[in-house]
């Protein structure tokens, strides 16, 4: 099996737009015990509008309009209205859907998203390109590791398998030659040091 061949996966896989709703679907996974049903589906159905759905519809008219060229790679220039996109909807997620008393973690964790938005946001201004797809899994990593840790559930075995994920998303932009090396790193930081200061507000 040509692994060359299966690289390009991974960028789909742990495409930026899709981590939300896994990490929204992991949390449940683990807290369902400790919610209604209800109350489960109604977030599930918000998270998966404002974080997969609309930037979905938004990428096909950004498409239309000459906007974006691609779902995997996009140049700089291209970069600006899709991520201004993500952090507005990221925002108005934690404004007033995910609550901060109910869902506590979740909303730290879309909060470390909108902060990471930011932060690649101005990036973007500044002509440098880090990469979405390492800051969305190491994001996720992140909050898979916190989640561990609060509620003292052993994940060693899907903490390993998300370390690995980030190396294979990384040899994936690579063999795509969508990012450099520094850019990638730089991912890695911007995904993931939000997630790790906003730790001891929810830790």
């Known amino acids: 099996m040509d692994l060359k061949k299966i690289l390009p996966v991974f960028s789909y896989i742990f495409h930026p737009i899709f981590i939300s709703l896994y990490g929204t679907l992991f949390y449940f996974l683990i807290t369902q015990s400790f919610f209604y049903s209800s109350q489960i589906i109604v977030t599930l159905v918000q998270v998966t509008i ?3 759905l609309l930037p979905l ?5 950004f498409r239309s309009l000459n906007i ?62 880090a990469s979405l797809h390492m800051i969305g899994i190491s994001a996720l990593t992140c909050f898979v ?3 561990s840790l609060y509620y ?8 390993a398998f998300c370390i690995v994920s980030i190396g294979l998303v990384a040899s994936s932009r690579l063999y795509m030659k969508a990012h ?11 995904g993931t040091l939000p997630q790790l200061y906003l730790f001891r507000y929810w830790l």
């Open 152 to 159: 003292q559930i052993s994940f060693v075995n899907l903490i």
């Open 180 to 190: 450099t090396y520094t850019e990638l790193v730089a991912g890695i930081i911007i």
């Open 68 to 129: 974006v060229s691609s779902f995997t790679e996009a140049s700089i220039s291209e970069r600006k209205m899709p991520i201004i996109v993500q952090a507005i909807l990221l925002l108005f997620l934690i404004k007033f859907s995910i609550s901060k008393e109910t869902i506590t973690e979740l909303y730290f964790f879309f909060l470390g998203g909108f902060l990471s938005s930011v932060i690649v946001l101005l990036c973007v201004f500044l002509k440098f390109k």
């Open 50 to 52: 404002l974080t997969l």
């Open 145 to 147: 590791y916190g989640l």
């Open 57 to 61: 519809s938004m990428y096909f008219l």
